[in-house]
């Protein structure tokens, strides 16, 4: 095995338990070793850390797979994936769609495996997971014995790592649209050309919440997408629903899904741009008992934090305007990069500009598929809010 060394002092310094080796703590690289290899790392002592795979092409040059002295072949990953799906085991008995593997919190850093029903669908983030893909997929078929197998690895870290996107079927052709239960919600999920894998598998738990305090209410639900917490306020018996969306397709599948949850006379899906529909109801005095702000990532690197920053206070503080006294806003935001705090300040100097008071009934983060390790602050990205909102 090819060695990478790591510098002396501060700069070859890395994280405990973080598998992350960027390229300005390494202090050299033989040659001889190409992108996509599979490398130890020792520190500048020669002491040894762990095995990844290298790719100079990306800032992040290393990713650890493992801290101990493991072979990475089938008998590896097979393992691997086999211990991450046993962690979910619980969640058959709710949902037939969930996370199976979860990257870096699995082990397994560039590798996403997720399950709608009788298909795996899986992305490859890296170059070296890339080099690996074929075992992979007959882990994935031996481990989780889905009747498909769908590749949906056209994420733009892709690109970073010197790769154009894939999307395909390995094996037999299944469906590109497919059924899927939670709870007592009922979704059709488009694994080819929808967001992420397809649903946002990461919300359940809030969606789940959404239903618990819905009855009787009048819910607007922002970028809704295919209506996740649409449905489950409709199920949960709320008064009225209005989905928003900027995209017809999205919303095509929402109302479907509406039909197949048993609950479409109770909502509405509007096509329109999420900031200027609430700033339109906002002008016309229109008010709700429920407004969820779950808006896609805004904060795609560090350097977008402040124009981010400035669209959620933006949201945020007319949907306060918006709700009735005592009304709640399920607040969220998706990525990493925006921290805990960060988003609590946003928060925060949303409702002083509103002029309203907020009491916090809920904390969210992602479902329980989605781990969170601590050594690892990368995989705590989902963060969100149940706000009781009142006049100050």
Known sequence: MKAIKLRSGKLGKFRPGHPWIYKKHILKVDPSIKPGTVVDIVASDGAFIGTGYYNSHSDISVRILTFGREAIDKTFFRSKIAS??????????????????????????????????????????????????????????????????????????????????????????GSGCIEITEGKAVFLVDIVTGHKTGFYLDQRSSRFAIENI????????????????SVHAALGGAKSVIGVDIKEDWLVLARRNME????????????????????????????????????????????????????????????????????????????????????????????????????????????????IVKSIPETEYLKGYFLKVDPQ
């Open 84 to 173: 991450a799906f046993a962690k979910r085991s619980s969640l058959l008995a709710k949902t037939n769609a969930y996370r199976v593997v979860f990257s870096e919190a699995d082990g397994l850093p560039g590798l996403i495996i997720d399950v709608y029903g009788n298909t795996a669908v899986f992305q490859v983030l890296t170059l070296g997971i890339e080099r690996f893909k074929e075992v992979i997929v007959e882990c994935i078929d031996e481990v989780l014995k889905p009747e498909y197998i769908y590749e949906r690895s056209d994420s733009l870290y892709r690109k970073q790592e010197g790769l154009g996107e894939r999307r395909g079927w390995w094996g037999k052709e």
């Open 214 to 229: 819905a009855k009787g209410k009048d819910v607007l639900d922002l970028f809704c997408y295919t209506g996740g917490f």
């Open 260 to 371: 197949l949850s048993g609950v479409s006379p109770k909502a509405e899906f509007v096509k329109a741009d999420s900031f200027g529909y609430i700033k339109n109801a906002y002008a016309a005095g229109r008010t709700f008992d429920i407004i969820i702000v779950d808006p896609p990532s805004f904060v795609k690197t560090k350097h977008s934090i402040a124009s981010a920053s400035r669209g959620y206070e933006e949201l945020n503080v007319t949907a306060m305007r918006c709700l009735r006294a005592g009304g709640v806003l399920a607040t969220f935001s998706c990525s990493h990069n925006m921290s805990n705090q960060l988003f609590a300040d946003i928060i925060k100097k949303s409702a002083a500009k509103a002029g309203k008071k907020t009491t916090i009934l809920k904390r969210c983060h992602q479902a329980e598929d989605h781990l």
